[in-house]
């Protein structure tokens, strides 16, 4: 398995709370992503890292910002949580080669829940 | 932009059967198409990449299927165990950007 862990695992706050979600990984891949799991939309793509500092929006930003000042950490950050945020959110890392060969490798998941 | 359909969205079989999952996708502009396979709870584990250039992959009692000019794959899944229980995705490579669709829940009854 790829070495990519997610922490915290669970969290619950409150509707109003800055909440930071970590994502660790050993591989040294370039690219990493975050992502929200919600029932009937599949997985959707908050943002994106392609390097150290280099990050980029998905379709689903709005509320979100990351940063990533080390290879190995991506960090997603809810400036101000609201109950709509409530999801399961993957990291994932791919090495960025832009070919066919690309693929993803994904944490094991964090389920937030914002009251 | 790119949309990922997967049909059914939910599908319930007895042990043994032989079944197809479709995924269709609206941009056929990829560089490859992969399944994932989630269990409950669990993160994405990646079953079979099938690269633009290719019609199919194998992979044990998994083949997927890709014919990117009609923007479909089909993964087929032969004698249906219980362990085959869980949710599958399908997501479309595009320039390190990759687009899931929502899933088939599959249920393999015994």
Known sequence: DAGITQ????????????????CHQTENHRY????????????????????????????????YSVSRSKTEDFLLTLESATSSQTSVYFCAISEGLAGAWETQYFGPGTRLLVL | KQEVTQIPAALSVPEGENLVLNCSFTDSAIYNLQWFRQDPGKGLTSLLLIQSSQREQTSGRLNASLD????????????????????????????????FGSGTKLNVKP
Not at chain 1, 7 to 19: A, D, I, L, N, Q
Not at chain 1, 42 to 63: A, F
Not at chain 2, 84 to 97: G, P, Q
Request: charged share 20%; aromatic share 12%; hydrophobic share 25%.
């Open chain 1, 32 to 63: 990493m992503y975050w992502y929200r799991q919600d029932p009937g939309h599949g997985l959707r793509l908050i943002h994106y890292s392609y390097g150290v500092k280099d990050t980029d929006k998905g379709e689903v930003s709005d509320g």
């Open chain 2, 68 to 99: 990117k000019s009609s923007g479909r794959s089909t993964l087929y899944i032969a004698a249906s165990q219980p362990g085959d229980s869980a949710t599958y995705l399908c997501a479309v490579n595009t320039i390190n950007k990759f687009y």
């Open chain 1, 7 to 22: 922490s915290p695992r669970h969290k619950v706050t409150e509707t109003g709370t800055p909440v930071t979600l970590r």
